[in-house]
Structure formats: C-alpha cells, structure tokens
C-alpha cells in the first residue's frame, strides 16, 4: 500500500495530532527565542529588515513543512523526527509500520 493510500484510526488521529501540536509548538518556541536573541543586537534598520527576511523565510518553511493532510503525515513526522523536532517514541501508539516508515524516511 502506497504511503498515501494509508488509513488512520480515530486513536491513531488523536496521537498524531498530538504529535504535530508537540514538535510545532517546540519549533515555535525555539524560533521565538531565537527571534528575541536577535532582537537585543539590532542596531540600525538593515539589522531591522534582516530580521524581517529571515522571518518571512522561516514563516514560508514553517508553514510549508507542518502539514496535517493525513496523506502526508508520514512524510512531516520523517521529517520533523530528522530536524528534531519531534521523537519516535512520541508516535506510540501510531501501527507499528507506520513508527518503521517514518523512522525509515527519517533516515534518508
């Protein structure tokens, strides 16, 4: 079965949002601490507008990377498992082939 094609029980749907809320939230907070740090050094506006651009990137990335379709939760959870953001034993209670996929991905 394709990864796309895979079904997710009501459990399942419950412990992967759960997930994605976790690893979203950290990236979140790690961001905003970054942003702060930053902020302390700004000394004029080219400083100003750099930390703009690289807000406006990492909005793009973030808001490009957590996506919830569930045709594509393996592929976020791979991917948020290889950044750190999120850890394999946080998918407990995922099917075990689900857990093995995106460790598998994770890797690559």
Known sequence: MPVTDIEW???????ARAA???????EIEALMA????RAVD????EDLWRLHD??????H???GKYDYRYTMLLFVFSQLVREG?????????LEASKRSKVAALARM
């Open 34 to 37: 970054e942003v702060k740090a």
């Open 85 to 93: 953001w999120l850890q394999i034993d946080e998918l407990q209670g």
């Open 9 to 15: 029980s009501a459990s399942e749907k419950k412990i």
């Open 42 to 45: 700004l000394s004029d506006i």
């Open 54 to 59: 690289y807000l406006s990137a990492r909005r």
């Open 61 to 63: 990335e973030i808001d």
């Open 20 to 26: 994605f809320e976790r690893a979203y939230e950290r």
